[in-house]
């Protein structure tokens, strides 16, 4: 796979007002996080239904109830995600509580309102919103949880270091991948992604392991999820789960038959198209850090 100047440059743009975007939500406080990914949020989720209303004919005849509804069910989820107690909440009124408030109303009203007003459902239907539900709307409530795990003002930057060792190996293995398969790549990783390769594959893997051991190093403090151990090990969970995470969404982008998800992104198509790897890997990297970090 050769290395193309225009397609290089245009996807590192792209990168670095990504890296920008995910470093200001991130950085700036709690609230700002959950606005930048209440947005990925929606955009997953209606690049989603697109996709399957491609796939499956019958899920494009949907309600607005269920189009709509599931979408803001799966933000609830999210939501209810974030740990009580963190740094942002006003009194008693936090994420926590809005998203178990709100997950219970929409627990009742949906099925309710679908049944009223198609006065049919479609099971099959029904389980593709709830996959929706856990590939998207659990796995970023996962990532929000990490951004609020240690409650206290005192951990706050252990928070922000807990989200950003995710993104940044994400980042890393999927730069690097791209380079060294461009470059070196001779060996196709599957055929359902004919242009990813096992020597970029590898290659990511090994850098961000590196790139994240090396920051691990230099950031650590003493404090356990900080040690060089833990950034190597979230770094290569998040490389490796994030390679099939891509591979999954390129083989429901071929069942759609598109090339892309959306075209939010120059370079990289939509939301679905950047967020596949971290949709995959933080419930697995979530794992990790709460029964061994």
Same mark, same amino acid.
């Given at each position: 796979?050769?290395?193309?100047?225009?397609?290089?440059?245009?996807?590192?743009?792209?990168?670095?007002?990504?890296?920008?975007?995910?470093?200001?939500?991130?950085?700036?406080?709690?609230?700002?996080?959950?606005?930048?990914?209440?947005?990925?949020?929606?955009?997953?989720?209606?690049?989603?239904?697109?996709?399957?209303?491609?796939?499956?004919?019958?899920?494009?005849?949907?309600?607005?109830?269920?189009?709509?509804?599931?979408?803001?069910?799966?933000?609830?989820?999210?939501?209810?995600?974030?740990?009580? $107690?963190?740094?942002?909440?006003?009194?008693?009124? $936090?994420?926590?509580?809005?998203?178990?408030?709100?997950?219970? *109303?929409?627990?009742?009203?949906?099925?309710?309102?679908?049944?009223?007003?198609?006065?049919?459902?479609?099971?099959?239907?029904?389980?593709?919103?709830?996959?929706?539900?856990?590939?998207?709307?659990?796995?970023?409530?996962? *990532?929000?949880?990490?951004?609020?795990?240690?409650?206290?003002?005192?951990?706050?930057?252990?928070?922000?270091?807990?989200?950003?060792?995710?993104?940044?190996?994400?980042?890393?293995?999927?730069?690097?991948?791209?380079?060294?398969?461009?470059?070196?790549?001779?060996?196709?990783?599957?055929?359902?992604?004919?242009?990813?390769?096992?020597?970029?594959?590898? $290659?990511?893997?090994?850098?961000?392991?590196?790139?994240?051991?090396?920051?691990?190093?230099?950031?650590?403090?003493?404090?356990?999820?900080?040690?060089?151990?833990?950034?190597?090990?979230?770094?290569?969970?998040?490389?490796?789960?994030?390679?099939?995470?891509?591979?999954?969404?390129?083989?429901?982008?071929?069942?759609? &038959?598109?090339? &892309?998800?959306?075209?939010?992104?120059?370079?990289?198509?939509?939301?679905? &198209?950047?967020?596949?790897?971290?949709?995959?890997?933080?419930?697995?990297?979530?794992?990790?850090?709460?029964?061994?970090?």
């Amino acid at each position: 796979m050769a290395l193309q100047a225009v397609t290089f440059r245009t996807r590192a743009l792209t990168s670095l007002v990504f890296v920008a975007v995910m470093l200001a939500g991130l950085l700036w406080n709690i609230w700002s996080f959950f606005i930048l990914f209440s947005i990925i949020h929606f955009g997953c989720w209606y690049e989603y239904q697109k996709l399957l209303a491609r796939i499956d004919a019958s899920y494009s005849e949907i309600s607005a109830f269920q189009k709509y509804g599931v979408m803001i069910a799966g933000w609830c989820i999210m939501m209810y995600c974030a740990r009580p $107690g963190y740094v942002g909440d006003v009194g008693n009124v $936090g994420l926590h509580n809005a998203g178990l408030y709100g997950g219970l *109303l929409f627990l009742f009203i949906l099925p309710v309102a679908e049944i009223l007003y198609t006065r049919k459902t479609y099971l099959r239907n029904m389980g593709y919103s709830a996959l929706g539900l856990i590939y998207i709307s659990l796995s970023l409530g996962m *990532l929000l949880n990490l951004r609020t795990f240690y409650p206290g003002p005192t951990l706050e930057a252990v928070n922000k270091l807990l989200v950003l060792a995710i993104i940044l190996s994400l980042w890393v293995n999927d730069t690097m991948a791209y380079l060294v398969g461009s470059l070196i790549g001779r060996t196709p990783l599957s055929a359902i992604s004919p242009k990813k390769t096992w020597e970029g594959t590898i $290659g990511g893997i090994v850098f961000a392991v590196i790139t994240m051991g090396a920051v691990g190093f230099y950031l650590n403090s003493g404090f356990e999820m900080q040690t060089v151990t833990n950034w190597v090990i979230v770094a290569a969970i998040a490389a490796i789960a994030g390679t099939v995470g891509d591979l999954l969404q390129s083989k429901l982008k071929r069942l759609a &038959d598109v090339k &892309d998800s959306g075209h939010i992104m120059p370079g990289h198509g939509g939301f679905l &198209d950047r967020f596949d790897s971290l949709l995959f890997a933080t419930p697995f990297i979530w794992l990790y850090i709460v029964m061994f970090a």
